[in-house]
Nanobody, 121 residues
Framework: QVQVVESGGGLVQPGGSLKLSCAAS????????MGWYRQAPGKQRELAAT???????RYSYSVKGRFTISRDNAKNTVYLQMNSLKPEDTAVYYC???????????????WGQGTQVTVSS
């Protein structure tokens, strides 16, 4: 089993900043990639940012230049620093972790429960 737990959401004014954290734990041999996705009310879940174990990053056009993804491989943790937040960034943010189980039990692709980010004055 692999558990994925997010934290750090909340209410922030437009132009403000928030930092999300996501930690993976359990029967992990290695993590291949970690990422943040978001889902606004009435919309499909979309990619915000991803990072590989080698440090390669990818951002959606809507967050590039404002959000920064980083990871601590030793802690199996990924972060999303969100700056210059806009009302349209309001969504539930989900963490995704892809990797390999310990004891040669194959691959996993797990999601966290989500954390609400609300940008409003």
């Amino acid at each position: 089993q692999v558990q994925v737990v997010e934290s750090g959401g909340g209410l922030v004014q437009p132009g403000g900043s928030l930092k999300l954290s996501c930690a993976a734990s359990g029967s992990i041999f290695s993590i291949r990639a970690m990422g943040w996705y978001r889902q606004a009310p009435g919309k499909q879940r979309e990619l915000a940012a991803t990072i590989t174990n080698g440090g390669s990053t990818r951002y959606s056009y809507s967050v590039k230049g404002r959000f920064t993804i980083s990871r601590d491989n030793a802690k199996n943790t990924v972060y999303l620093q969100m700056n210059s937040l806009k009302p349209e960034d309001t969504a539930v943010y989900y963490c995704n972790v892809k990797g390999y189980y310990s004891n040669y039990q194959g691959e996993f692709d797990n999601w966290g429960q989500g954390t609400q980010v609300t940008v409003s004055s």
